[in-house]
């Protein structure tokens, strides 16, 4: 069972930049020790590529450590069944090895792909959420439109994205 108020949502783009991905990978872990030590427990991953597959790959590596990070959860909120139905065999091999590490998964639409279970996704994992943990550059798509959700729902979240605005970067 969820208890909002213990739980953290991700979202971020499926392409983030190369040269800032191992830079990205250590902010995300701190703001997670954060977010623990701060009395979430519960971290949900929308299961798409890019950001919510590494926050994945990153709570698994942390619940490692059972003496520190021994109460983490990795909870899945998949689109759908077949969400990874399009993606390359590397790609899906990652999905499920994320699956088989989380500890809970929930299915937003049990019928299959819809034009909307996306979108049905995005606001479940908003509103099962207290905060999230994003990386987000631009308005448009999925992320834009999660956080846009959250502003609503007055969720707090940190922009991991914002880091690099004080720098000379081609991303940010």
Same mark, same amino acid.
């Given at each position: 069972?969820?208890?909002?108020?213990?739980?953290?949502?991700?979202?971020?783009?499926?392409? #983030?930049?190369?040269?800032?991905?191992?830079?990205?990978?250590? #902010?995300?872990?701190?703001?997670?020790?954060?977010?623990?030590?701060?009395?979430?427990?519960?971290?949900?991953?929308?299961?798409? #590529?890019?950001?919510?597959?590494?926050?994945?790959?990153?709570?698994?590596?942390?619940?490692?450590?059972?003496? #520190?990070?021994?109460?983490?959860?990795?909870?899945?909120?998949?689109?759908?069944?077949?969400?990874?139905?399009?993606?390359?065999?590397?790609?899906?091999?990652?999905?499920?090895?994320?699956?088989?590490?989380?500890?809970?998964?929930?299915?937003?639409?049990?019928?299959?792909?819809?034009?909307?279970?996306?979108?049905?996704?995005?606001?479940?994992?908003?509103?099962?959420?207290?905060?999230?943990?994003?990386?987000?550059?631009?308005?448009?798509?999925?992320?834009?439109?999660?956080?846009?959700?959250?502003?609503?729902?007055?969720?707090?979240?940190?922009?991991?994205?914002?880091?690099?605005?004080?720098?000379?970067?081609?991303?940010?």
């Amino acid at each position: 069972m969820i208890e909002t108020e213990k739980t953290c949502f991700f979202s971020g783009h499926r392409i #983030l930049p190369a040269i800032k991905k191992d830079k990205i990978i250590s #902010l995300l872990e701190r703001s997670i020790i954060e977010k623990y030590n701060a009395g979430i427990t519960d971290f949900i991953s929308g299961g798409a #590529l890019g950001f919510d597959t590494i926050a994945a790959q990153t709570v698994i590596r942390l619940k490692e450590n059972l003496e #520190l990070y021994g109460k983490m959860r990795l909870i899945l909120f998949l689109p759908c069944y077949d969400s990874d139905i399009n993606w390359n065999i590397d790609d899906q091999n990652i999905l499920s090895t994320i699956k088989f590490y989380a500890d809970s998964i929930e299915v937003i639409e049990k019928s299959g792909y819809t034009s909307t279970c996306l979108k049905n996704r995005n606001r479940k994992m908003v509103e099962s959420s207290c905060c999230g943990i994003v990386y987000k550059t631009t308005n448009h798509g999925g992320t834009g439109q999660t956080v846009a959700i959250a502003k609503s729902l007055d969720r707090p979240f940190i922009n991991l994205a914002d880091y690099f605005k004080s720098e000379n970067c081609e991303y940010y």
